[in-house]
């Protein structure tokens, strides 16, 4: 009579990222650029089975673009900058394409993810070498006479999704690298969004600086009416990086013998 210790499916992993950011938007370059910021965080998986895992995520991460490395002319023009630390958390369900288990020989799979979260962020610019934060300031007439609306919030939500690949280096450990692109419900990541309004409104309701920060445009005219940025596009951003990843919960069916026993 024999017993064969047979190991479980599930399995769970904690693990640490870090990598670069970079921010598609209403400011700055348009497209897939070099990072311009960094990220960093932390994350649960629980693996259902050697395909797929259920994953929470908890990043902090700073992005910045500006208008001066722009291709278009007219964001050349205009020449806005921002940057924004960002902390968030998420939930995806991830999938590996090939059978993945750290210390079989299933060891290394390209997968993709996607899931849902909540990000807070705080715009900022700098003016005469000081940084302002932007919220505040109304830099789009909010909270004035020219318009009858407040503040926007500076927390939203985002639907995120992405790719890797990730290695077993070890019977516990993996590697991997990845990026995940985040589609955000705000068009405020940057600040810019809707029409400029007229800078004497502004400075008499928020001061000086917030007329100042509204248009910096690098020739002076009256743009009061004209957008500033696209209010029909949302903003995104991504963070691109490596993963470590540690496996540990993995339970074993017990099963136990008695030959000859009286």
Known sequence: MFCVLQAQAQYSEIGVFGGGSHFIGDVGDYGLHLPKGYAFGGFYRYNINE????????NYGYIRNAD????????????????????EGSIMLEFNFFPFRPGTRKNHSPYVMAGFGIFSFNPRARYQGEFYDLQ???TEGQSTSARN???????AS?????????????RFTSIGIESTVRRSSTD????????????????EAHGEVAA????????QSNKAGIYRGNPDN?????FTGITLQVKFGEFYEKCASFVGRR
Do not use: C, M, Q
């Open 51 to 58: 395909h797929y895992a259920l994953r929470a995520s908890v």
């Open 68 to 87: 001066s490395v722009s291709n278009f002319d007219y964001r050349i023009e205009r020449n806005l900058h921002f940057e924004s630390p960002v902390l």
């Open 158 to 170: 985002f639907f995120v999704f992405g790719a890797g690949y990730k290695w077993a280096i070890g």
């Open 212 to 219: 100042a920060l509204s248009d910096r445009s690098l020739s």
């Open 188 to 203: 405020y990541l940057d600040d810019v969004s809707g029409r400029y309004v007229d800078p004497a409104i502004i400075e």
């Open 136 to 138: 505040p300031l109304g």
């Open 234 to 238: 949302t903003d995104w951003y991504i």
């Open 149 to 155: 609306e407040g503040f926007y919030p500076t927390a």
